[in-house]
């Protein structure tokens, strides 16, 4: 027989204890509450079997089992249905102890023990105690997880909502962006702050670390310029003066805890000049569009050191990069997270610069031929997860700026459009309206408005979740040209699947719906019978759906 000495310390420790414990057994043995609980908080209940264990498990709370093997098998497995970590205890005989097959079924439960048949009380309540303090310090371990789980959540939804949209068009410029935090939240920066409709200013940051402190270090930042800007907009013409102000606003608050390579750059589209400080973060990609020509736009290779490293620095004019650039200039802000992305999960093969710089030069090409630059950024790290560097190390930032830049002979309509019916239908009015200036008739914008509204609302309905219905924005654009119009949407929706929109099953599928007198479901078939191309293609989280209308509808 297994005992314990009566002035064991931990008699001492359970006579504070308050537990209220099942058996479940044919015999109470040591369990009967007149024996097992004297001197002690412990609270015995008695079940006669499995029906009753499973009543006084409905009624009551407890913080643990204990049950004979015979039966304790099924009442185990019926108590995790409900609760995950309470404790059970099998009193076991000495042949259990002899049959490997039966230890291990206990054994595959990580809250369940074994104790001996014949130990005596001391035994038992010291594996008591140890089962219910292991239980109940997992359950508080667990609590912390899940509010930290929670409040990591909501640092990523205000890190979010203080982003600028994805994507943003006006009659001067456009850009897109693609944001990746490598954890839950980030110490990525990215400020859009206009001045008038031809000038901008853009900051983009890269706080260091990847905790929590980077990711409320970059709010802090990110109010702060929100202020700076209210207070006096022409400042935004000047980013050595803009960089000094933050270091300024780091040192009483963040110097010696975190530092941030930055980058200022103010742009104005109506005299085609960007002017900008690079203070250790990525310097600014230039590439022409029409040829896919990379253009150093910094050859003197000028710069200062990141925001908050130096405590009274003060960022020099003299630093400034500026540049004139041509209608056909496309920029690409990055962070260096683009070179942090790996081909295995230890971060040792990274790609380079270079290899960069040939891949955006390549798409840029094929995107203003298709007009479909606004994907670039997706395309870019789609791209570079095809050629196998799929493990990020880093915050991931992609940014793409550019003048709308027109192909010859065609007219354009460009929008965002927020994730409701009502903006839906607002838009496709403007679309078809569009459509009938240019055509100088209604015969195509018949069938373009229809077309729009009816995969804008599938998306809305069917690929965005409740919450992203509050955040997100579709982007749209319609090319007319001479014969035929092309019109393109892109959604951060979930991946469908591609053969619904095949034109050559339009005819198949309406005639099955009207057959069924189906009331729904028939908006895809009439997309497709509308459109003489469709093309669906996916980058990274983004949906990229392009439509072909001929000048002479097919409805």
């Known amino acids: 027989m297994v005992t314990f000495e009566r002035n064991d310390p931990f008699f001492e420790v359970l006579s504070d204890k308050k537990y209220r414990v099942l058996v479940c057994r044919d015999k109470p043995g040591v369990f009967a509450q007149e024996n097992f609980s004297a001197g002690l908080n412990v609270t015995i209940v008695a079940a006669s079997g499995l029906d009753d264990a499973r009543e006084h498990l409905m009624r009551e709370k407890f913080d643990a089992v204990i049950t004979d093997v015979d039966r304790g098998i099924p009442l185990r497995r019926e108590i995790r249905r409900t609760y995950e970590l309470l404790p059970v205890l099998f009193t076991t005989s000495a042949a259990c102890w002899s049959d490997a097959r039966l230890l291990d079924r206990i054994a595959e439960d990580p809250h ?13 309540l010291a594996k008591l105690n140890q089962a219910i303090t292991s239980c109940q310090a997992e359950s508080s371990l667990n609590q912390v997880k899940t509010r930290t789980t929670r ?12 982003l600028p949209p994805w994507v943003y068009f006006s009659e001067n410029y456009e850009f897109s962006c693609l944001y990746r935090p490598f954890t839950k939240v980030s110490g990525a920066l990215f400020c859009w702050l206009p001045l008038d409709e031809n000038r901008v ?4 940051g890269d706080v260091s670390g990847h905790d929590t402190h980077s990711a409320l270090a970059m709010t802090a930042v990110q109010s702060f310029l929100s202020q700076i800007f209210m207070r006096d907009k022409e400042r935004a013409a000047h980013p050595s003066l803009i960089a000094s102000d933050i270091n300024d606003f780091f040192g009483p608050h963040l110097h ?5 390579s930055t980058l200022i750059a103010f742009v104005d589209f109506g005299r085609n000049c960007i002017r900008y400080q690079n203070a250790g973060y990525m310097d600014v990609i230039c590439l022409n569009a029409e040829n896919g020509d990379a253009v150093n736009i910094n050859p003197q290779g000028r710069g200062s050191v990141p925001i908050g490293l130096v405590k009274d620095q003060k960022y020099s004019e003299a630093d400034d990069v500026e540049y004139r650039f041509s209608d056909s200039d496309v920029f690409l802000f990055c962070s260096d997270g683009v070179l942090g992305l790996s081909k295995d999960r230890d971060g040792r093969k990274f790609m380079d610069m ?7 030069s390549m798409l840029v090409k094929d995107c ?3 007009e479909r630059s606004i994907a670039l950024p997706f395309r870019c790290l789609h791209s570079l997860e095809q050629f196998g560097y799929m493990y990020p190390q880093d915050d991931f930032s992609l940014i793409l700026v550019r003048k709308p830049l027109l192909n010859e002979h065609e007219y354009v309509f460009s929008c965002r459009v927020p994730a409701d019916k009502a903006a839906v239908d607002r838009i496709c009015e403007k679309a078809s309206a569009f459509v009938t200036r240019f055509y100088g008739d209604e015969s195509l914008s018949v069938s373009t408005e229809p077309l729009l509204e009816e995969f804008l609302v599938n998306v809305i309905m069917h690929g965005l979740s409740e919450y992203e219905k509050l955040n997100e924005y579709m982007a749209i654009k319609l090319c007319a040209y001479r014969n035929e119009l092309k019109v393109i949407v892109w959604d951060h929706g979930k991946a469908w699947s591609g053969e619904f929109l095949m034109p050559d099953k339009a005819e198949q599928s309406l005639e099955q719906l009207n057959d069924d007198m189906a009331c729904s479901g028939r908006g895809i078939p009439i997309i497709s019978k509308i459109a003489s191309k469709i093309s669906r293609k996916r980058y990274c989280d983004l949906n990229e759906t392009v439509f072909v209308i001929p000048r002479i509808p097919s409805v």
């Open 368 to 370: 203003r031929r298709e």
């Open 151 to 162: 409040n990591w959540f909501l640092a990523s939804l205000l890190q979010q909502a203080m």
């Open 354 to 360: 270079e290899m960069c710089r040939r891949l955006a």
């Open 201 to 204: 200013l853009f900051v983009f």
């Open 256 to 260: 010696n805890i975190v530092h941030m």
């Open 112 to 124: 369940s023990y074994c104790i001996p048949e014949n130990a005596d009380r001391a035994f038992v």
